[in-house]
C-alpha cells in the first residue's frame, strides 16, 4: 500500500535541512530512533478495555511494553551505544530521559526536531508545526540505522512498514 503521507516538495527541503542538522548533532550518519508513547497513551495502557482487543491482548502476552518509563529509555539508549533520536508527544518524558542519562550522550529529542524547525521557518504557525514535525520525525525514524518502536502504536506501525521491518524492535 502506497504512503499517503508524503512530503511536498517544501517540506522535504526541510526534512534534508533537518536530517543534516540531526547528523551533525550526533556527530554520526547513524543513529537509533527510539518512539516513546506516552502522552494519552500512559491512561490508555493503564485501561483493562484495551487488552480485550484481540491483536493488544497477544501483544501483552508476548511481553511488548505498552507504557514506556523513562528508565527504559536511557537503559536501551546506553546499551545500544549508539547515537539516539528520542521521538514521542510528551515533553515531560523528553526532558526526564535527557536528564537521566549521562552527559555528552549523543541525543536528540522530538522537542530539537521543533526547534530546528522553527529556526527554519520563523512564521510557521502551530498547527503547521505540529503536522510537518510529526511527519518529519516519522520520516527520521524511517531513516534512521535501527528503530525501537511501539507495536500498541499505529504511528509505529507506519514507521516498521516505511522500512519493511528492517532493523525494527519493539518495546
Given at each position: 500500500?502506497?504512503?499517503?503521507?508524503?512530503?511536498?516538495?517544501?517540506?522535504?527541503?526541510?526534512?534534508?535541512?533537518?536530517?543534516?542538522?540531526?547528523?551533525?548533532?550526533?556527530?554520526?550518519?547513524?543513529?537509533?530512533?527510539?518512539?516513546?508513547r506516552a502522552g494519552d497513551m500512559k491512561?490508555?495502557?493503564?485501561?483493562?478495555?484495551?487488552?480485550?482487543?484481540?491483536?493488544?491482548?497477544?501483544?501483552?502476552?508476548?511481553?511488548?511494553?505498552?507504557?514506556?518509563?523513562?528508565?527504559?529509555?536511557?537503559?536501551?539508549?546506553?546499551?545500544?551505544?549508539?547515537?539516539?533520536?528520542?521521538?514521542?508527544?510528551?515533553?515531560?518524558?523528553?526532558?526526564?530521559?535527557?536528564?537521566?542519562?549521562?552527559?555528552?550522550?549523543?541525543?536528540?529529542?522530538?522537542?530539537?526536531?521543533?526547534?530546528?524547525?522553527?529556526?527554519?521557518?520563523?512564521?510557521?504557525?502551530?498547527?503547521?508545526?505540529?503536522?510537518?514535525?510529526?511527519?518529519?520525525?516519522?520520516?527520521?525514524?524511517?531513516?534512521?540505522?535501527?528503530?525501537?518502536?511501539?507495536?500498541?502504536?499505529?504511528?509505529?506501525?507506519?514507521?516498521?512498514?516505511?522500512?519493511?521491518?528492517?532493523?525494527?524492535?519493539?518495546?
Amino acid at each position: 500500500m502506497p504512503d499517503v503521507f508524503s512530503l511536498s516538495g517544501n517540506a522535504k527541503e526541510v526534512y534534508i535541512e533537518v536530517l543534516s542538522k540531526l547528523q551533525d548533532k550526533l556527530g554520526t550518519n547513524e543513529y537509533t530512533c527510539y518512539h516513546v508513547r506516552a502522552g494519552d497513551m500512559k491512561d490508555l495502557c493503564s485501561s483493562k478495555d484495551l487488552f480485550k482487543i484481540g491483536n493488544y491482548q497477544s501483544w501483552k502476552k508476548e511481553g511488548y511494553s505498552c507504557d514506556i518509563k523513562p528508565k527504559q529509555v536511557k537503559n536501551a539508549i546506553l546499551s545500544s551505544n549508539t547515537a539516539a533520536f528520542v521521538m514521542s508527544d510528551s515533553s515531560s518524558i523528553l526532558k526526564e530521559v535527557e536528564s537521566i542519562l549521562p552527559p555528552l550522550t549523543p541525543i536528540a529529542t522530538s522537542e530539537w526536531i521543533r526547534e530546528v524547525i522553527l529556526s527554519i521557518n520563523e512564521t510557521i504557525n502551530k498547527p503547521e508545526l505540529d503536522l510537518i514535525s510529526m511527519l518529519i520525525e516519522q520520516e527520521l525514524c524511517a531513516e534512521a540505522t535501527t528503530a525501537v518502536l511501539s507495536k500498541f502504536s499505529s504511528v509505529s506501525g507506519r514507521i516498521a512498514s516505511s522500512r519493511s521491518d528492517e532493523g525494527v524492535t519493539y518495546w
